[in-house]
């Protein structure tokens, strides 16, 4: 069952993130066409190689989005996915991708996730009060409608702050496991020029001292929201032998969704990044041990902790000790969020996910500069969509 | 900015579910084809596909699963309650349901520890089942 390992990542393309955006606000589709050029240029390809995009949704236009994008730029396509996974949209992107390839449907799939603010409105409209409850749909008949809004269950923080809370229950829970958590990242963040904490470091007093949100999450364990957005193209073994670097094999995907209200989840501190990675790692015949580098999504330092219990590089209530008895930045023994993670890069909204992704890539390909991980060939990543909701797992390998 | 409070508007499926509460009475479904308890309400089991769904009265009493104090709103509408007591009840019968804590210090909250139902009629329409040590 699943790939082969012949579809690549070949080229990448990043935004600079930043909490207040500097250069010119452009539209999704305008977003999308400079991706493109970015990554292709990388890659070494041209637009006529592509023919297939994988995307998530647009700012211009609530349907027809892949046929929007594709004649925006100006290349026909074979493979067209719209993406509806949050924050493992880019993982879902990037599996669907290779398996398109590995059909022979597609030889080169652009996955985009732009996250720039963009134009200003010049006739304003009305607020739409929908915009309230975010990622929670108030619409007529809506489980979440009728029995989480009116209690105020809604937006992410208290959904993770409470998988979080429960955990402690279980578990214990270590303050100071979580900010050394944060404070690797962060050190691996200070040094990535397009992190929005580039240069800016912190200690585990600083984030124990940062503001309460929610109990028992603080501030800075919480990703602050930027302007960003990255892409990637996938492409297949012919192909990737003709482009600049490295390729950046795929050679283990999952994917699994449980739930959209972490109240209705069978066991809370079961997540579903644990059915994902057991496919991954058991597609790419690998195991957590043989990973070089981990790229886990991490909206909250709790999403973190979780996902390295259940995607198994360690026990099940192990995770904070695997934490402190671990060294989590790029030269540490068990390389972490080399980029930052979004806690050190900032968080672009669905494209949060794709640093992880373009990170992975990165590292592999031996592009990391001074956050390169020796002899980096096997990276594991994960994505997290709604609120532990559904989750997606890579693993990537040097070519 | 002046804002209402979200209220759930119940559905033909969910009705019982409300009308139970304006009547001081928890009601939820069991399925007649696993004998599993049902929440939120639904027309098919979530277990076992079967439409058996039949309405049961329960004393509606459980423990804290977990919860959180939101000390920024959750949405600007919730400002009056901040901090927010939001809590997931696990109800004796096993099933979950989101509410928030109510006649409790944030201190003496702790998960695990008995819950009582607290009516809150908010509308002429609907009540709302928050929680209370019990």
Known sequence: MGLRGHAAIVGFAEFKHERKYSGPRLFTVEQWSELTAMALDDAGLQLADVNGIAC?????????????????????????????????????????????????IADVVVCATPALPIPSNPEPRAIDPRRFFQSSSN?????????????????????????????????????????????????????????????????????????????????????????????????????????????????????????????????????????????????????????????????????????????????????????????????????????????????????????????????????????????CDNVYVSGTGGIMSEQAALILQGG | MDLVKPIPRPSPTTRPFWDGLNERKVQIQRCDGCDSWVFYPRTRCPSCLSDLLIWREVSGQGVLYTYTLARQPTAPHFADETPQQLAVVELDEGVRMTSTLVNVEPSDIVIGMRLQPYFDQVTDAVTLLRYQPG
């Open chain 1, 139 to 375: 619409e007529w008949g809506s489980p979440q409608a009728e029995f989480e809004i009116p209690y105020g269950n809604l937006a992410q923080n208290c959904g993770y702050a409470m998988i979080a809370q429960r955990y402690g229950a279980e578990f214990g829970y270590n303050e100071e496991a979580m900010a050394k958590l944060v404070v690797d990242q962060r050190q691996n963040g200070a040094l990535n020029p397009l992190a929005a904490f580039y240069g800016k470091p912190t200690t585990a007093k600083e984030v124990l001292a940062s503001k309460m949100i929610a109990d028992p999450l603080r501030m800075l364990e919480i990703v602050m929201p930027v302007a960003g957005g990255g892409a990637v193209v996938v492409a297949s073994r012919e192909v990737a032998e003709r482009c600049r670097h490295r390729p950046v094999r795929i050679t283990g995907f999952g994917e699994h969704l449980t739930i959209k209200t972490p109240t209705y989840a069978k066991d809370m501190c079961v997540t579903p990044v644990g059915p994902a990675s057991r496919q991954a790692f058991t597609m790419a015949g690998l195991e957590p041990g043989d990973i070089d580098a981990a790229e886990i999504y991490d909206c909250y330092t709790i999403t973190v902790l979780m996902t390295l219990e259940d995607a198994g590089f360690c026990a099940k209530g192990e995770g904070q000790r695997f934490i402190m008895d671990s060294g989590m930045t790029h030269d540490g023994n068990f390389p972490l969020n080399t980029h930052g993670g979004q806690l050190g890069m900032g968080q672009a909204g669905a494209a949060g996910g794709m640093t992880q992704v373009v990170e992975a890539a990165r590292q592999i390909m031996g592009r990391a500069e001074v956050r390169q991980v020796s002899a």
């Open chain 1, 56 to 104: 998530t949704d647009i700012r211009e236009s609530g349907m027809f989005t892949p046929a929007t994008i594709v004649e925006y730029l100006g290349q026909p396509v074979n493979f067209a996915e719209r993406i509806d996974l949050g924050g493992a949209s880019s993982v879902g992107m990037v599996w669907r991708a290779a398996a398109a390839i590995e059909l022979g």
